[in-house]
Every structure is written in C-alpha cells, then in structure tokens.
C-alpha cells in the first residue's frame, strides 16, 4: 500500500527542513546542560502550525490527521525527541463542551496553552486502575489528595489533566470510580495545594519531569471531565487513546534512530583507520546495513498503525505492534550507532549519546515493551 502522495511528502520535506535548521542545533546545545526547549523556540512551532496539526481549521488548526501528525513527529525526533515530544502537549485536554473548545483551543494551536497530564503514581504505572490519587465531592468542589509520579511539563504547562479516584474500587471492575480533572494553572508555578518535586531523569532533557503532591487541592465541580459522561467510563476512554500516544512514540523512536544511523553514515565516510575510512569495512557496512533496514521496517509498521487509527478503525494490536517494535529497534539502532564511533561516541560531545538515552526510555513510557507484547498476545488469543 503507498501511503506517502504529493501533499504528505511536502509535508515532511519542510519538516525535515525545520527539524535540522531549528531544532538540531538547539538540542546539541542545551541537551548537554540538560537546558528547557527555549520559547523561541516553541514560538517557530507555533508559527509551523506544528501545535495544531490535528485541530480543527475551525479553531485555527491544520485540520490533518495522525499520519501527518507522525511524519512531523519522526522529522522533529531527528533532531531532539524532547520537540517531537512537546506538540503532544497540545492535544487538547479532550474538551467536549464546545464553548470550552472555542476558548481553548486557538491559544493551543498558537502555543500559548499547553497542558501536562498526570496519570501514572508510585503504585500504579502500567496498571492505571489501581490509581488511589483521590478526589472527593464536598458541596460545590472536589478535593483532591495523593502522590502522582512521571508528569513532564508540569511546571511550564498551562493547564494539568489528573487520573482520580471518585469512589472506592469495586473488584468487579476496577475501572468504575475513576475521573479526570481539568485545571488551569500559571506557566512556571504550581498553585496552592499542590507541591511537587523535579525527578532527576538520565534523559530526556528540554523539560523537567516532576512528582505531584495533592494535598487538599481545591477545585469546582465542573473540573471533572466527561461532558456528563458516567466516571466509570473515564479510564477506559483515557486508555484507549493511547493507541495514538503509541503511534506517536513509534514515530518519536524511529526519528531518533534516523539521526543515529544519518551520523554513523557521515561518521564512517570520513573517519579513516588503517588508510582507508571505516566504511570500507564490511563489518561496519553490515551494521549500518542492518540499521537502515529495521528503521525501515519501523517505519512502514508506524505508517500502518497511523493509517488505521486515521481511519477510525481497531488498531491497539497494531499500535502496540508499532510502539513495541520501534522502541526495541531504537535501542539497538543506537547502541549501533556508539559503538561505530568508539570513543567519541560515549562523550557529549556527539549526539550519538542523546540518541541513545533517549531511546531507552521509549521502551518505557506510553506502556512499556512487556505491556504492548501482552496487549498484542491478548487480542492474538483472543483474551482482550
């Protein structure tokens, strides 16, 4: 199936354009000092429409689809995963009210609201129902109180989305009890009732990572999201537009990986040992060899998974099948990538190495390796 036509290669061309002029030399910067993606930065995203490809044109958006949305995330990843990570924030916090979605939704596309999203805690990663995170009703407000672990962006987003517990769990099903809730925040600050401690990350620079301390937080009672939908139901709809979010991380690992294999290329053309340069030698072709076809392989899968859930149809086997064999391929890819540079690959002073911190953690964020075989194995057997 051809997946790629007129439009979508241009497209791509100007993100790779962008990607390599805006974006590559601001990670080979600041990555190394573990620096914040710079607003000048955001605001030439803003201006490539990069935060509203998938918004409607009604609220100033791209009106495009997930595929497009992966072309421009693979090309972002290339040069740093942190960018192509930044436009997720943008997704809107899945308003269905449609005065929300007019008020919202422009400052989205032009980057002026960003949101972070707190799900995960010291207890419950992968396993999202055993969240015990609490929100309770008391007249007009909700209080909130407990722990949540992995919220990137907390600190420099605008608004927060937080996974509760409303009820106590039910072992009938574990989902019911559960909502999520909508704040607005000042950029760079955290309001009253909410403390929160930077978690120290070998990766993944550009932005802090941050735990969150509910204590007593306040909030309306319209703070809780669904559009009346029953709380029950909340979990399983957050879960199941993860399969886009694994789509998404598929294309994020496969662009990282294209920086690592597009630098061992132009490393082994030029470094030269025993008179000849390295890329005479079959055992450093080989490897490069091996690379381009599994970042190949990635990618016509991601292309696969993204045309599906374009299309409305099923595709978390096919998603999961994305994510898993994209992220176990960018770990590989860049170990490869190190070792063809030697030495000077294991310095900061090549992005061989950021390459290949970030790849490892594509392997565990958005559900991790072992999650997406069980999600594949369960629909092959028929237990999902």
Known sequence: MTYMNETREL???????????????????LDKVKGDIPMSLRDKMAEMGYFGIRISPEYGGLGLGIFEYCLITEELARGWMSVASIIARAGGAGWTDEEQRRKYLPRVVRGEFLGAVALSEPEAGSDLANVSCRARREGDEWVINGNKMWCTFADGADYITVLCRTQDPDPANRHRGTGMFFFEKERGKFPPGLQATQINKIGYFGWKTWELHFDDFRLPANALMGGGAREETQLKGTMSGLSTARVHTAARAIGLSRGALEDSITYAKHRVQFRQPIANFQAIRFKIAEMAAEIEAARQLMY??????????????????????????????????????GGVGYTTDLPIERYWRDARLTKIFEGTSEIQLRIISDRLLGKG
Request: glycine share 0%.
């Open 11 to 29: 497209i791509q061309k100007t993100a790779r354009e962008f990607s390599m002029k805006e974006v590559l030399p601001v990670a080979n910067e």
């Open 304 to 341: 696969h998974a993204a045309d599906l859930d374009d299309r409305r149809e099923r595709c978390d086997k096919e998603a999961s099948m994305a994510k898993w064999f994209a992220t176990e391929m960018a770990e590989r890819v860049t170990s490869q990538a190190l070792q063809i540079h």
